[in-house]
């Protein structure tokens, strides 16, 4: 659909004709409500700061973390002994710069206001989007924000949870010579936080993605089915990018949640066909 028939379909559903600029007006304000939120969040967040650094952003790299603790004590469950164990490390950071805390601080505030307010980012753009979807189209999509939601946070959690013990514990522990003592800089180890959690929440959107494309009909499901072993080889590349510990047992727990993904991404984009097919049938 291009963005003029959108908006042509958005002024058929509301009240009154709008103009083009009335509706650029409209998804202006939703933005600016959505930024808002975020910098409410920001502003909690920001104030509670010295709290929510020392208890939640370095509490994956210590060794008494519940999830290292619980992963350690998984392996021993199920008979591999301390393969997912992590070597205690001494995560220790410096900042070369006076400003680099005092910029970090805000990068971390705005970080957490937006993971915060994500449900209600998106509940504004759907509140634009849902005046241009028909009647039968609302009824599919029922429910999109919860999953959206749903999937987002649990993304976060898992790379919080999961892949950033991990990373700390192969980048402190990977050492080319004795002679190197690693020092990184609280806002390196920011960053790579961010792209841990938040990055990983926007990558559990993979099967919403998908759909999307679906109904528009650049992908299908037999696509997918067809090209399932390079995905699965792709999915394999992007785990070891993100979790680049050679421990087999770490990629695998990077990759079997991506690759479930895909396989949902699959079963959605068949309703979609079916659907699509029964009316196709029903038109013809």
């Known amino acids: 659909m291009s963005v003029l028939g959108f908006f042509n379909k958005r ?41 929510i650094v020392s208890d939640l952003i370095f509490a994956p790299t210590r060794a008494d973390f ?33 400003t680099g805390q005092f910029v ?32 039968k189209e609302l009824q599919e999509t029922r429910g999109v924000i919860f999953w959206v939601s749903v999937l987002f946070f649990t993304g976060v959690l898992f790379g919080y949870f999961i892949l950033t013990p991990f ?19 609280f806002s390196d180890y920011l960053e790579n936080l961010i792209y841990t959690t938040a990055g990983i929440g926007l990558l559990f959107q993979m099967p919403l993605l998908m759909s999307l494309l679906t109904r528009i009909g650049l992908v299908s499901a037999r696509f997918l089915r067809q090209y399932r072993r390079h995905a699965f080889v792709i999915i394999l590349i992007a785990a070891a990018v993100i979790t680049p510990s050679t ?37 013809s």
Not at 20 to 26: G, P, Q, Y
Not at 68 to 92: D, F, P, S
Not at 257 to 277: F, G, N
């Open 11 to 51: 002024k058929k559903s509301a009240a009154g004709e709008m103009t083009f600029i009335d509706h650029l007006e409209e998804l202006r304000w939703h933005v600016i409500r959505a930024v808002i939120a975020v910098l409410v969040c920001a502003l909690v967040i920001f104030i509670q700061l010295d709290i």
């Open 247 to 283: 421990d087999p047992f770490s990629l695998t727990i990077v990759t079997i949640p991506l690759y479930l993904l895909y396989e949902a991404s699959i079963v959605l984009a068949a309703r979609i066909d079916k659907r699509r097919a029964q009316q196709e049938k029903e038109w």
């Open 66 to 98: 519940i999830s290292t603790r619980w992963l350690c004590w998984l392996g021993e469950k199920v008979g591999i002994g301390k393969a997912l164990c992590l070597e205690q490390v001494n995560a220790t950071f410096l900042e070369t710069t006076m």
């Open 167 to 185: 990373m700390v514990n192969f980048y402190f522990n990977y050492k080319l010579s004795d002679q190197i003592t690693i020092m990184p800089s």
């Open 104 to 135: 970090a601080s805000f990068t971390l505030s705005f970080i957490g206001g937006f993971i915060v307010a994500f449900p209600y980012i998106f509940w504004e753009f759907w509140r634009f989007v849902r005046p241009a979807l028909s009647t």
